[in-house]
């Protein structure tokens, strides 16, 4: 099974030119801690959008999106667009 979690960003913590510190001091250690319950057998990708701009061509059967307060809106953006894809969100 191919599956992508994903740890979305705000607007302003995506700009190359400034991005306040507070978006920079935690990874997503809930995510690398549930890919760790995955099965081995599992293709398995995390992505931090505080990091690397996110992938949006693939095509993974499940989706799992750590959903804070303020990433909220684009949560909910990157689920409605792997929802449209035929993925598990």
Do not use: C, N
């Not at 991005?19 to 690398?32: D, E, N, Q, T, V």
């Not at 690397?52 to 804070?68: C, H, M, N, R, T």
């Amino acid at each position: 099974m191919r599956i992508k979690l994903i740890l979305p960003a705000l607007t302003e913590a995506t700009s190359p030119h400034w991005r306040p510190i507070k978006y920079s001091l935690f990874p997503p250690l809930g995510l690398a801690t549930l890919a760790a319950y995955l099965d081995p057998a599992d293709e398995v990708v995390i992505q931090d959008e505080h990091v690397e701009a996110l992938d949006l061509s693939d095509e993974p059967d499940l989706v799992v999106i750590q959903i804070y307060i303020t990433s909220a809106y684009r949560a909910y953006a990157l689920a409605d667009h792997y929802r449209a894809r035929g993925a598990y969100v």
